[in-house]
C-alpha cells in the first residue's frame, strides 16, 4: 500500500520569501513517481514538479524544486521567492506499481503582502 | 500541457435525478482515466480507473451502481451520478493519462462541483 503524509495543514509566509512543504511517503514499490500538485480555490489541480524514484538529482521547475531524500522517504517541495498568486492548496501525489496516484491531505499555503 | 477539459463546471439537481458528468482530452487520447471525489478541505479520493473499451475498476466502498463510469472513446469518459441524493455532493474531478509508467503525468479537468438539493 503507498501513503503520503503532509504535517502541515497550514502555512503562512511572507511575500518574496522561500518556503518548504513537507512531503513524506511509504511503499514497498521498487519503482515509484512523485509529483506535486497546486490546487487553487477555483479547484483546478495543476501539475507543478515531478521526480522519478531513479532520478539522480533533484528536479527543479522555475521557481519549484523537490527536495528528494530516498533514505528519508521525503520529497519536499521548495518555492523561492513566494508571490501573492502562490496562495493555494499544494498536494503532493505518489504513483507506484498499480499506476494510481495517491494523495496526501494537502498543505494551504497563504502569502502575506 | 495537454489539456482536460471537464464539463460542467457546476451543476445543482434535485434529489432523486441523475447527473452525467463529461471528460474529455483534446489535445491527447487517453488509454486511462480516472475519477476522483473531493469532500471540502480534504484530499482526493480516487474512485475509480476507467480504461477505454473495457469496464471500470472502482476502489473499496465506491458503488458502481450509483457512479457508472463510461469510456467509450481515447478521448471520452463520462461519470453519471445516478439518483442522486444531498450526500452525494461533493466536487468531482477527472484526470487523464497518455499511457501507464509511474512517470506519466496525469492531467486534470476542470473539476465539477454537484450540489444536491
Not at chain 1, 515509484?32 to 524514484?53: A, H, N, V
Not at chain 2, 475519477?35 to 474512485?47: E, G, H, I
Amino acid at each position: 500500500a503507498q501513503k503520503i503524509t503532509q504535517t502541515q495543514p497550514g502555512m503562512f509566509v511572507q511575500e518574496k520569501e522561500a518556503v518548504t512543504l513537507d512531503c513524506t511517503y511509504d511503499t514497498s514499490d521498487p519503482s515509484y513517481g512523485l509529483f506535486w500538485y497546486k490546487q487553487p480555490s477555483s479547484g483546478e489541480m495543476i501539475f507543478l514538479i515531478y521526480q522519478g524514484s531513479y532520478d539522480q538529482q533533484n528536479a527543479t521547475e522555475g521557481r519549484y524544486s523537490l527536495n528528494f531524500q530516498k533514505a528519508r522517504k521525503s520529497a519536499n517541495l521548495v518555492i523561492s521567492a513566494s508571490q501573492l498568486g502562490d496562495s493555494a492548496m499544494y498536494f503532493c501525489a505518489m504513483r507506484g506499481g498499480n499506476e494510481k496516484l495517491t494523495f496526501g491531505t494537502g498543505t494551504r499555503l497563504t502569502i502575506i503582502p | 500541457g495537454a489539456v482536460v477539459s471537464q464539463h460542467p463546471s457546476r451543476v445543482i439537481c434535485k434529489s432523486g435525478t441523475s447527473v452525467k458528468i463529461e471528460c474529455r482530452s483534446l489535445d491527447f487520447q487517453a488509454t486511462t482515466m480516472f475519477w476522483y471525489r473531493q469532500f471540502p478541505k480534504q484530499s482526493l479520493m480516487l474512485m475509480a480507473t476507467s480504461n477505454e473499451g473495457s469496464k471500470a475498476t472502482y476502489e473499496q466502498g465506491v458503488e458502481k451502481d450509483k457512479f457508472l463510469i463510461n469510456h467509450a472513446s481515447l478521448t471520452l469518459s463520462t461519470l453519471t451520478v445516478t439518483s442522486a441524493h444531498p450526500e452525494d455532493s461533493s466536487f468531482y474531478i477527472c484526470s487523464a493519462s497518455s499511457g501507464t509508467g509511474r512517470e506519466t503525468e496525469a492531467f486534470f479537468g476542470q473539476g465539477t462541483r454537484l450540489t444536491v438539493v
